[in-house]
């Protein structure tokens, strides 16, 4: 690994990092929050200021990147931010122990939205402002990996995405990530920016409220600024708005670029988007009619739960607006088999990703094909395109060592949960960036009850998950780290 | 499908259930018990041989087997015997709905070993040794499925044992199969009759209880004649016999055969024993720490009950001799973990076979190595010899199929059962044909408690999981039954 080159590109996120804390500060000071609050922004935002300066400087000079690098800069990207990131909570007190601090930062900056505090209300909006800044910055970050970086390092099968990626495709690596990732980028705040003004002027939030819930959504993190989440509003306006947008952010954002630049047939050309639209919808409807066969309420009140709760599940946002936890056990395990399935590819989803589920699906279908007639040749296709048996043996792999990772983690977990639904769901929440879990990581609890240790550790299924596995994995392999 | 030539087999196969329940008759006579056990016996005996024998007659002839025809074998075989062999439960009125004595047999000849009786001691010994047998029976069919039949079909990479098969190796199919089953079932007698004579003059056990359970460990059911299973006997000795048999039970029997012709050191040249011996010493001592920990008895006693529980539930036998629905999460986590292992290849119990998961992981190491580096040339190899990416795959696939099945089972079975810890254990503890889950179908528990229709679909479970999947999902595919 070229380490001085990582590190300068390291940096240079830091820094960036490090001026919205100070930005924050501003944010604090505009609601007249007690200067402690603004202090502990700017103190934070120095330090990473001043860290990312010295490291950047120390560090210049030519970048030339390996594939290797990119490893590099994409986990250590994300540790430095979340060591910066949570000093805030550390220096304003609202989060005591720094364990829980860095549990809090990681699960914004990875959009999990999985958290430590339970009054919310109690928060200052400056600090408020910067939890929900760093899913928005985490969903940028996200969006430029999946669709720009990941394809290109091969992660789990990705590499079919090769030739999806909008944006000049003729160029060499570096400038055209650049450019995807400006085109990508304007998207993204194009719709951040609509969900503000629709939540604002139509869903009757004010404009704080708008603008974290428009972060938490686009970024499909979760932080809401209230503890009973979106259901504080009970508002209908509210949770179809933020339904439709969760929706939005789990597709993947280059069919939102063909659609802006005039080509929104591509959206229904696509394989992934019409499984996951279809599974999505028979979802809510079975939990529809199953909660409301139990008395959840009016069938209208029982199906605007559910398709909040299935959109926010499938695209890993992980807002509430009723107490899943509380429905029947078929929609409580649909739940939870949804949470493995995840957003689209190069969304800003977790999970395994709608891609890979249904590539797996096909496969299946294809050996039992393929063992009727062993002699037969089938090739499997994509969208009218046929898909490599090399791509399918990787996803096969990606699904497999996904599942080992839950298992394992799993079985730690149950030595801080009290039972085996929270063990596995508090694993499955965190490796797939959902948030919420069952039982006592349900939708009405917090991770406030797991000791440090074990915080730390679904800290670690955080990054794991939202940088596919692979790319947190191989740093554990003594090659990687040789010349 | 050769219709005529399958159910002509089927038929024979029925004809030999037939005279094992009229002998069944002859034990309940020697045990005095009342001629209405012994009427019941005889009857459901008689109806399968006169059905047996029309049908038979009805479809004699050539007899010209595809490969299509192997699967309508096994598949109508371990149907028909669990429609006769579930006569006697209802004749003898120890078992009032259909539904639950057909979960009965079936959990018999697929030696699951999951009841829905519970006062064991009240049940007549002619229905306790037919209940005994089915298992035996099931554990012959079990042995020629697996290593003479399956790996022919090429179910989920089992061709890999083509060439390890004992027996004359340039024969043609059938008469090859009939040598090789008839060396399994010599081997397999000979370790139950050890057994035994084990249970009975260094254990203590009276021939009946003796035969019944050394049935249930050969052929890793786990039916018992006492409704506290083998802790009944409180007996150190008992425990360890049946233990080190039942580890022997999980072994390929290929790998017993070149031991008994005097080449013993093969168990060791056999990469999936040594995954089973190291991964099964490995849980015993988590297990017993973990036990010991939670001061569930002195170290000697949680070792005695952990290596008894680790060897029966990776075995996939079932019997129990502590109640491990109490210990501590990590146990019972660990345990279910286990039973999606289940033994080894070629041996009688069930699961996913060690052999499949050790390749899987053998494959997620090799994917990260590529991952590292993309141009390199990885070879996977087991035991030294390379195995083809072709059977990887159908690993993969099979891995996936079984994921899949056991998630939506697990979905429908939320309809019957009290919480998602029972629903997802009764799934994989049919699917696995291990007997016991967790919680309301635990140790000390049975699945009287679940409806009849619950019941009928975890029947078809513990079929599903014997024929390995494949055997039984085809007969779905409407190619198979064109001509
Ligand atoms: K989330
Ligand atoms: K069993």
């Known amino acids: 690994m070229n380490k001085r080159a990582v590190f300068h590109l390291v940096a240079y996120m830091t820094l960036v990092i490090g001026i919205a804390m100070v930005a924050c500060a501003g944010i604090s000071l505009a609601y007249r929050e007690p200067l402690s609050v603004q202090l502990s922004l700017v103190y934070s935002g120095a330090i990473a200021i001043v860290c990312a300066g010295l490291v950047g400087f120390l560090t210049r000079g030519d970048i030339n990147l390996s594939r290797r690098d990119g490893f590099g800069i994409v986990t250590f990207g994300w540790i430095s931010a979340t060591i910066f990131g949570a000093l805030p909570y550390i220096f304003s007190g609202v989060i005591a122990h720094p364990v829980s601090a860095m549990f809090e930062t990681m699960s914004g ?23 929900a800044l760093t899913h928005w910055f985490g969903g940028m970050g996200v969006l430029v990996l999946c669709v720009a970086i990941l394809p290109f390092l091969g992660v789990g099968g990705m590499q079919i995405y090769r030739a999806e990626m909008p944006g000049p495709s003729k160029d060499r690596l570096t400038p055209r990530i650049a450019t995807t990732a400006k085109l990508l980028w304007g998207v993204y705040a194009l719709l951040t920016f609509v969900e503000v003004l629709l939540l604002k ?27 009973a989440s979106v259901g504080a509003y009970d508002s209908a306006i509210v949770d179809t708005i933020i339904t439709v947008f969760m929706f939005l952010a789990g597709i993947n954002f280059s069919l939102h670029y063909y659609a802006l630049s005039g080509k929104p047939h591509r959206y229904f050309q ?76 190069g969304s800003t989803g977790g999970g395994m990703k709608v891609v890979r589920v249904f590539i797996m699906f096909k496969k299946m279908v294809r050996e039992l094909k393929l063992f009727m007639r062993p002699s037969a040749v089938i090739q499997m296709k994509l969208g009218g395109k046929p898909v ?25 977990m149950t030595f801080f949960t009290p039972n085996l639904e929270t063990a596995a769901t508090s694993v499955i929440a965190t490796l797939g960036n959902i948030g919420p879990g069952l039982n006592a990581v349900g939708a009405t609890q917090n991770y406030a009850a797991i000791s440090p240790l074990g915080q730390g550790i679904l800290t670690f299924f955080m990054l794991l998950g939202r940088l596919e596995l692979y790319t947190v994995l191989i740093l554990f392999l003594p090659s990687f780290w040789k010349k």
């Open 270 to 345: 696509d394989p992934e988007f019409r499984f996951y639209a279809i599974f999505l919808s028979c979802a809510t409807l079975f939990i529809t009619f199953n909660i409301w066969h139990a008395d959840w309420g009016s069938l209208s009140r029982c199906f605007r739960d559910s398709a909040f709760t299935a959109t926010s599940v499938i695209t890993t946002t992980g807002f509430c607006t009723a107490d899943f936890d509380q429905w029947p056990n078929a929609s409580r395990l649909l739940l939870v088999v949804i949470m493995f399935i995840g957003g689209c590819a």
């Open 109 to 131: 900056f990875t959009t999990t939205g999985a958290s430590v505090m339970s009054d919310l209300e109690a928060i200052p909006r400056g600090i408020h402002f910067w939890r």
């Open 388 to 412: 490599e048996q090399e791509i399918i043996s990787h996803i096969a792999a990606f699904f497999a060592i996904f599942m080992l990772i839950f298992a394992v983690g799993s079985f730690v």
């Open 201 to 227: 002027f139509v869903g009757g939030m004010d404009w704080f409220d708008s603008f974290c819930h428009a972060f938490g959504t686009m970024a499909t993190g979760g932080f809401s600024t209230r503890s």
